[in-house]
């Protein structure tokens, strides 16, 4: 009879609390073997695991520490005696000039310590020199060059065999295609590395999937491993994956040449001298293993602060004489030993949802769990990102869930376990309402968040009053954000309109506000009354709604009321927005709290109507359009644009075949590209631009 997946990790949790107390004893070990092979199995397979790495190493050492103390025990198939799988059929699959094994993991001190006794037990040696470097937590790969060129790229896959990514390895910016590994007397090499996502790239490339309506991905590690899997190589350029080598695997040396490495310390300078990116900077030559135990405690306190994940260090053996040696198992080397830092993931129970507004209005629902410690913090409240993905991972209250936290970054939902449900969880019903203003949400077509658009939201206040005064909407000198948030905290300032309402007494018995900085703070106040419609339009902070967007919206009317009239069909029909945008905005105006705060503007004196920038009716750009990318050396963008509207053209958003002139300046970028593929776009330079427009 198939053991079901809830009697799995029922067995799972009695084993892990024997393995922590009085241990698992020879009479369990069958059962703990089929445990770990059901989770090799959940991992690698089906890559769905129901336990963290930690739990699973716990298990797993204890089964090696049975079978040391029982070699007779030991039967061919046990987890200890093979590599864990990992290779897909999307891919060739090719074989490693040697295998690429695990590593042994230690979790504290006595660990590192019994690493220690065994090595100078087996070399006869008192003190061991060891190098020490970073473990990086991204997607182990293998690189081959001969010839002083890459010829090859693959996965780790089962550690026999991997699969050829060498297509996407090549999009990769800090794998040299060619190095010089002939000026050392190699011929061929294979370089053992780890793929990475810097941190703050995962975090802009999250940003850009949510705000596109997508799902995020889970974490740095795994968008980098399933990036190396993707079969266009521009989209894997286009996420920017690093990489760094840490280790000379295998190599061949030239005819008549002989190489002098006599420790892995060297092999490291050598590969960041030939243009790679090895933890030369981070790795430490140590000699005994207090001095080893210091620095792996001192680089776990700064983990954070680096810009990409690691998840402990790697303590090799220097030596290669040394480590020759030591050997190695099936497993891992002897020589070798990774000091894993505290657990990231962990299983917690979701005990309720509540939900917040962002600043754009997004509404975020954020998990309650039964408060688990995970890397040395107690998680009590997880991110779940959306509606989306509540559905997709089918999360309900009441759930056991898997629980991550990767460095700085907010502790999320990896998946839940139904297969531990007992019939008492509920689904999760997301509100219709703000929870904050109870204003209807909307969703745009083709997105995952709920949004409140409510421009008075007190939830939104704060950014929307950012976002007005700032130098590209309203331009108000002196009231920048420490202003604002004060006059906030102090009731002096609680929105949009009360920017124009401001008690000056009040404020003059502030410190700091004498009645010279109230005079310019009253007359740059006074002065935005008169600012063009398109700078209100974009101050009001409609999504989707960027500078050369407010001045399309604010050229097709007379009067910033008419847009309350317009379809999403209309609006579409105007240059430069599609539906997402049409939405946007539609949803916007047809929103009573939009109409009655304008109306309050106007009231106040503030300019609605169009009075200055229609288009022009004359001019030597009549019926063109353009678009500036890079650094303009004089001009500055917004006065480009502007000399544009004043002779009669048009600015646009984006590269298509309605754009006329593309105008380049220093450092251009991606629309530069673009649009060379389009024939009918003249690139121009400022200089050329301004000869256009007779200014030179």
Known sequence: MTTSVKDRQSQTETLLKKAKAVGITTQEIDELRDVLRFHEYR?????????????????????????????????????????????????????????????????????????????????GLSEIEYCV???????????VYEDDKLVRGATRGDGMYGDDITPNIRQIRTIPLTAKFSAHGLQTAEIRGEVLINKNNFKVFNEALVEA??????????????????????????RKLEAFVYSLGYYTTLKGQTEDFTTHAETLQMLYELGFRSPEREKKVLKGIQAVIDYCNEFEVKRDDLPYEIDGMVV???????????????????????????????????????????????????AKVEPVPIGGVMVASVSLFNEDVIREKDIRIGDTVLVERAGDVIPYIVKAMPELRDGTEQPIQFPTHCPSCND???RAEEEAAWRCINIVCPAQVLERLFHFASKDAMDIRGLGVANIEKFYKLGLLTSIPHIYQLDYEAIGQLEGFGAKSIDKLKAAIESTKKQPLHRLIFALGIRYVGETTAKTLAHAVDHILDLQNFSEEDLKALEDIGPKVAGSVHAFFKNDDTIELLKTLESLGLTLANEKKQYATAGNLQGLTFLFTGTLNKLKRSEAEELVEQNGGTVVSGVSSKLAYLVVGDDAGSKLEKAKKITSIKIITEDQFLKIIGRE
């Open 43 to 123: 991992y690698y397979i089906q890559s769905d695991p129901l336990i963290s790495d930690f739990e699973y190493d716990t298990l797993y050492k204890s089964l090696e520490a049975l079978e040391t103390e029982n070699p007779d025990l030991v039967v061919p198939d046990s987890p200890t005696q093979r590599v864990g799988k990992g290779l897909t059929k999307d891919f060739p699959t090719v074989q490693h000039l040697v295998p690429m094994l695990s590593l042994d993991n230690s979790y504290n001190s006595d660990d590192l310590l019994d690493f220690d006794r065994k090595a100078r037990e087996a070399t």
């Open 133 to 143: 470097e970073p473990k990086f937590d991204g997607a182990s790969i293998s690189l």
């Open 213 to 238: 309506g997508n799902q995020p991905l889970a974490n740095p590690r795994n968008a980098a491993s399933g990036t190396l899997r993707i079969k266009d190589p521009l989209e894997v350029g286009r």
């Open 316 to 366: 090799k053996v220097n030596a290669f004489e040394l480590q020759d040696k030591l050997g190695m198992t099936t497993h891992h080397p002897r020589w070798a030993i990774a000091f894993k830092f505290k657990a990231r993931q962990a299983t917690s129970k979701l005990l309720r949802i509540e939900y917040q507004v962002g600043r754009t209005g997004n509404i975020g629902p954020v």
């Open 440 to 442: 209807p949400l909307f």
